[in-house]
Structure formats: structure tokens, C-alpha cells
């Protein structure tokens, strides 16, 4: 049964499905080069930012791409080209948005297992009830953890192997 957690990441996912559908290819063109230098960035240098600003850099990219993409000379396409490539758009920006909803909270270290608990015991129980009866989020989790790249862009937080 899907928790709250997971309806709240679907709900994003598909929001971002429907905008990708409407805007277009700029919304493609700039999306998909936005997250890919945001991974980029944060596999180089993520360990080193501050989590409070990894929002603002998110947001720079993200502006800065879509000024980009509107310097870029687009032919018309028809208008159902258009939805379908700004549809794998929006898929890829509301997939990226749900996986950061589900992997997103605070999780902790615990010496006597040495091992990652998912979620934090530190968030409050109503928060930490949705993260557990979710049947993604501890999934994603510990795959993100897992895979070292992933891990540098969307966890900064996890330093422990």
C-alpha cells in the first residue's frame, strides 16, 4: 500500500510530466542539461558545500540553462512532437524529483552495526511512518547509498561507506 511519502513523489512526478507535455522541447532542453551538470558539480564538489546550498545551486543551474535554451534556434515541430519531447523531459525531471522525495530525509550512522539507518531517528514519528511503509524509499535508498556517484550528487549528507 502506497504511504503519503509515495503520493506526494507520484503527485510531483506526474506535475512535472504535465509541464514537460505543455512546454515543450525548451523545457527539455533545459532540463536534462540542468541535471546532468548538477550531478556533475556535486560528484566533484558536493562533498565540500554546505547542504543549504545545494537548493541555490540547483535553482542557478536550472535558471541558467533555461536562458540558454532560449538562446537556442528551435525549428517549429508539430504539437505532438512537441509533447512527446517535452514529455521525456518532464519524465526525467519528475522522476529525478521523486527519487530526491524518497531518498531525501535525514538518515544516521549507527556504530554498533556500522551500518546506515533509513530514516533518521531524529525526524518526527509521522515523517519517519510514511518513510517506512513506503515500499520505494528504503529500496532507492540503499541503492543510492550503494552506487558512489549517485551517493556524491544526492547524498552529500551519507560520509560513511
Known sequence: ?????DLMALLVLSAALGV???QGVPFTLAVIPALVLYVLVMSWVGPLLP???LPFLALA???GMAYVSHLIPVASLTP???GIIGGVGGLVWGLFLAFVIWVG???EFVASTGALRY???QIPSGVKDGIVSSPFARPLFDWAAGNPVI???LLPHVNHP
Open 1 to 5: 500500500m502506497l504511504s503519503w511519502l
Open 20 to 22: 514537460g507535455i505543455r
Open 51 to 53: 547542504l543549504a546550498a
Open 61 to 63: 543551474l536550472g535558471l
Open 80 to 82: 505532438i512532437l512537441e
Open 105 to 107: 530525509f535525514p538518515s
Open 119 to 121: 530514516p533518521s531517528e
Open 151 to 153: 551517493k556524491r550528487a
